[in-house]
């Protein structure tokens, strides 16, 4: 079974600095789909960024960015010049290429000081 | 990206009662999803309910406990029965997208509370 690991539960970042959100997963396949949510306290779950196993390039939108590895199964998030309303749950998801269900992991709590 | 509703949005509950939560989206869908979230934690999927057929459940949730129905390609119901305070968590239906059709879209989720 896939699983989703972020060994980071909380970050901080200064207002307009950037910060790294760690995720590895493990999966014996070798096509599916990386994503990362962001919950604020609203709870309302929405997508940051999604990533193809099989496209060699990070995905990237706007402030948000990936790095990809897929030989060493990481996927870590950049938020570049932070902001306050960045301040919420990161979810890293795993799903595979024709599954149904997303592998959630546990999230990392990201405060954005002022 | 799909447009999803959820109603209530919150509730407290007594111990013993049920609760039915609505998810309605804005678009037609095949899939719809129910998820828990317990407090603090990550996301748990409780099943998948395709229209016209059974829901499928995930190991550790039966349908006694969390029937779901599915009338129509737009609109699902979870109820949660014979609550506890075990019960106590946001729960959050999703669907599919339309393209790309792997990124899941969620709804603004229902905060139980259980006395």
């Known amino acids: 079974a896939q699983t989703v690991t972020q060994s980071q539960p909380e970050m901080s970042v200064q207002e307009a600095e950037t910060v790294t959100l760690s995720c590895t997963y493990d999966?014996?396949?070798?096509?599916?789909?990386l994503f990362w949510y962001k919950q604020p306290p609203s709870r309302q779950m929405i997508l940051v960024i999604r990533?193809?196993?099989?496209?060699?390039q990070n995905a990237t939108e706007n402030r948000f960015s990936v790095n990809f590895q897929k030989a060493a199964k990481s996927f870590s998030l950049k938020i570049s010049d932070s902001q306050l309303g960045d301040a919420a749950m990161y979810f890293c998801?795993?799903?595979?290429?024709?599954?149904?269900?997303?592998?959630f992991g546990p999230g990392t709590r990201l405060s954005v000081l002022p | 990206s799909a447009v999803i509703s959820q109603k209530p949005s919150r509730d407290i509950c007594q111990r013993g009662t049920s609760l039915t939560i609505q998810c309605q989206v804005d678009?037609?869908?095949?899939?719809m999803f129910w998820y828990r979230q317990q407090p603090g934690q990550s996301l748990t999927l409780i099943a998948t309910?395709?229209?016209?057929?059974?829901?499928?459940?995930e190991s550790g949730f039966v349908i006694d406990k969390f029937p779901i129905s599915r009338p129509n390609l737009t609109f699902s119901t979870l109820t949660v029965s014979n609550m506890s305070p075990e019960d106590s968590s946001i729960y959050l239906c999703?669907?599919?997208?339309?393209?790309?059709?792997?990124?899941?879209?969620f709804g603004p989720g229902t905060r139980l509370t259980v006395l």
């Open positions: 999703s669907v599919d997208g339309t393209f790309p059709t792997d990124t899941q879209y």
């Open positions: 998801a795993y799903r595979r290429l024709y599954g149904q269900n997303f592998v």
């Open positions: 309910a395709n229209q016209g057929s059974e829901a499928t459940y």
């Open positions: 999966t014996s396949e070798s096509d599916y789909y």
């Open positions: 990533q193809e196993a099989y496209k060699q």
């Open positions: 678009s037609q869908v095949t899939m």
